[in-house]
């Protein structure tokens, strides 16, 4: 569906067409007077991120339908309680990151049924089930991270049917449209950050070929590969995050040669590989989490010095002023996912000392200074998803055993598997994203039991499993991300039934 633009007055990022209500770069109708990041219908003055009545003005990633009540970041129809990144029912006109159509369960990311007007980050078609990690049927249009074809189960990683490559790390088959990491083929209709032409690879991660039309966050020329990580070639008109000059690859996670303008996370010299994850050689200006070589500045993540490689999964050498997730002395490993070796000088989640494996999922060993998501003492493996023993300070995802000093994340005591995706045991002091008692699984994906003192993002009560991707179940004080009740699985990217109150990008069955 294209409508045509008609008398338009758009804030920024506005764009408009009829029976459009957008947000941050939606379609507005209809002397719309938007504020910023606001579209609006039929002579609406709307704020920012808010809409208003009578068929709906979308705020950010909010829909509504018909004498909706919202508020910031809430777009609601009949019966529906919603909040950020929520949807509607009956002909909703989506916003950023909602579309949806006669009973869709929607919000990010999500798919929506018949005839669906998708927002930015939805377009599917035909029982549809949408949202991360979500299966999408026959003619899918896709969002950014969900590309399907033909009882295709897509999203996050997740495998598809038939030699299927679509979505996040996924595969997918035939014609597939695809999202983020994905590839497109032949006539592809494209979302926001997948404009492609035959035979091209779509959105985050893509190519794009011949006459490409870039949407936000793609800008391309000639063979030009557009979009976040990707490459533009000569005289590449970028998009927001896209200023690339000369076979210069700019965007997130790619490299950047000769006099190249960066855009927001891209900033290089020389053949420098600039941006998120990437390495840099001499003077480069560095973007965030990006590794630097020889007096490099570094962006925010990113402080190294001498055959350095900064920033997120990369090794320091020598000397290395870390920064946030980077700190490392010879010969060191540091940031997430790093080990980091003697004298470690560590950033807030890299602490190590002596053959010290320090970071997200990592181990480490003997004394060493924790930092926020990182304790471990003798032969502990700490971190995320990893075990520790004796007199652990654990961090996201880990176990932790006997009189814990837990981290920020991370409060345990007796056998408790405290932080994100564990278990915690018998009178656990909660930090702030644990809240935990008696066999409770407490924390994001989590379960919590039985008379629960939950932490922000974790509200339960009762076997309830609460926080994100979880489930709650019976009564369930909900935290910010997590309103439910009975039987609801509540929280970011899950389900919630019978008058469920949800929560960010929650779907009610």
Known sequence: MV???KKVIGSDNVRCYEEVIGSDNVGCCEEVIGSD???????????????????????????????????????????????????????VIGSDNVGCC??????????????????????????????????????????????????VIGSDNVGCYEEVIGSDNVRCCEEVIGSDNVRCCEEMICSDNVRCCEEV???????????MICSDNVGCYEEVIGSDNVRCYEEVIGSDNVWCYEEVIGSDNVRCCEEV???????????????????????VICSDN??????????????????????????????????????????????????????????????????????????CCEEVIVSDNVGCYEEVIGSDNVRCC????????????????????????EEVIGSDNNRCCEEMICSDNVGCYEEVIGSDNVGCCEEMICSDNVGCYEEVIGSDNVQCYEKVIGSDNVWCYEEVIGSDNVRCCEEVIGSDNVLVL
């Open 102 to 151: 006669e009973e869709v369960i929607g919000s990010d990311n999500v798919g929506c049924y018949e005839e669906v007007i998708g927002s930015d980050n939805v377009w599917c078609n035909e029982e549809v089930i949408g949202s991360d990690n979500v299966r999408c049927c026959e003619e899918v249009i896709v969002s950014d991270n969900v590309g399907c074809y033909e009882e």
């Open 261 to 283: 303008i960066g855009s927001d996370n891209v900033g290089c010299y020389e053949e420098v590989i600039g941006s998120d994850n990437v390495g840099c050689y001499e003077e």
């Open 390 to 413: 004796e007199e652990v300070i654990g961090s996201d995802n880990v176990r932790c055993c006997e009189e814990m000093i837990c981290s920020d994340n991370v409060r345990c005591c």
């Open 290 to 363: 990006v590794g630097c070589y020889d007096e490099v500045i570094g962006s925010d993540n990113v402080r190294c010095y001498e055959e350095v490689i900064g920033s997120d999964n990369v090794w320091c050498y020598e000397e290395v002023i870390g920064s946030d997730n980077v700190g490392c002395y010879e010969e060191v490993i540091g940031s997430d996912n790093v080990g980091c070796y003697e004298e470690v000088i560590v950033s807030d989640n890299v602490r190590c000392y002596e053959e010290l494996i320090g970071s997200d999922n990592v181990r």
């Open 37 to 91: 990041n606001v579209g609006c219908y039929e002579e609406v003055i709307g704020s920012d991120n808010v809409w208003c009545n009578e068929e709906v003005i979308g705020s950010d990633n909010v829909r509504c339908c018909e004498e909706v009540i919202v508020s910031d970041n809430v777009g609601c129809y009949e019966e529906v309680i919603g909040s950020d990144n929520v949807w509607c029912n009956e002909e």
């Open 3 to 5: 409508p045509r633009v």
């Open 201 to 211: 690879i779509g959105s985050d991660n893509n190519r794009c070929c011949e006459e």
